[in-house]
């Protein structure tokens, strides 16, 4: 079974740009969830999305958002890009909702915003 | 609230010494309790988990046990080999609330040197 992919691995943005990041699961898996990785706040939840509803959310501004396609695929999207949006974003995919179950992870996005 | 209370570090350690990383964690309801493991590079990896009081997670030579009585769910390894060089992370999920949403640590780094 192939594993979650994100793409594009690396991206480079400036300040006030936007930015889409795709996650595919595995196939199968219908839970996808994001969390964001910096070296100052460690990883942090973002938001999780299982039959194309959003389920649960983090605790970030609302340039933040995402969706999920009826293929289970997602996509998450920052608007008007800041700085302290520089970080490796991690999708994760999960069989089932219920906390308890082993999440998957895709290698990430290393984003830098200038 | 639900957060995990991990070792600081970084740890290093000869090959063949014993590890131990400790973890703490309060939540909200009944959690279930992961180590994931990060290498360079890569996305997270699950290493073990334990979804019950007293269960104890193992894989790989590491083990961990979940004790409900000191809200711990330390990491242990008998003997490190260099290729177990990473940073490791002590996660959990609340069961009760339906979502998969992990509440890390703020990660060890573990080196080994030969």
């Known amino acids: 079974k192939a594993g979650v992919t994100q793409t594009p691995r690396y991206l480079i943005k400036t300040r006030g740009q936007q930015v889409t990041l795709s996650c595919s699961p595995i196939?199968?898996?219908?839970?996808v969830s994001w969390y964001q990785q910096t070296p100052g706040q460690g990883l942090q939840f973002l938001f999780e999305?299982?039959?194309?509803?959003?389920?649960n959310k983090g605790n970030f501004p609302g340039r933040f958002s995402g969706r999920q396609f009826s293929n289970s695929r997602s996509e998450m999207n920052v608007s008007t890009l800041e700085l302290g949006d520089s970080a490796l974003y991690l999708c994760?995919?999960?069989?089932?909702?219920?906390?308890?179950?082993?999440?998957?992870f895709g290698p990430g996005t290393r984003l830098t915003v200038l | 609230g639900n957060s995990v209370t991990q070792m600081e570090g970084p740890v290093t350690l000869s090959e063949e010494a014993f590890l131990t990383i400790n973890c703490t964690y309060t939540?909200?309801?009944?959690?279930?309790l992961f180590w994931y493991v990060q290498y360079p590079g890569e996305g997270l990896q699950l290493l073990l988990k334990?979804?019950?009081?007293?269960d104890k997670g193992s894989n790989k030579g590491f083990e961990a046990t979940y004790r409900k009585e000191t809200t711990s769910f330390h990491l242990e390894k008998g003997s490190v080999q260099v290729s177990d060089s990473a940073v490791y992370f002590c996660?959990?999920?609340?069961?009760?609330?339906?979502?998969?949403?992990?509440?890390f640590g703020t990660g060890t780094r573990l080196t080994v040197i030969p």
């Open positions: 334990a979804t019950k009081a007293d």
């Open positions: 939540a909200t309801g009944y959690p279930s």
């Open positions: 996660a959990l999920s609340v069961t009760e609330t339906g979502a998969n949403n992990l509440f």
């Open positions: 196939s199968g898996h219908r839970s």
């Open positions: 999305y299982f039959s194309e509803t959003q389920r």
């Open positions: 994760a995919s999960s069989a089932r909702l219920a906390g308890g179950h082993e999440q998957f």
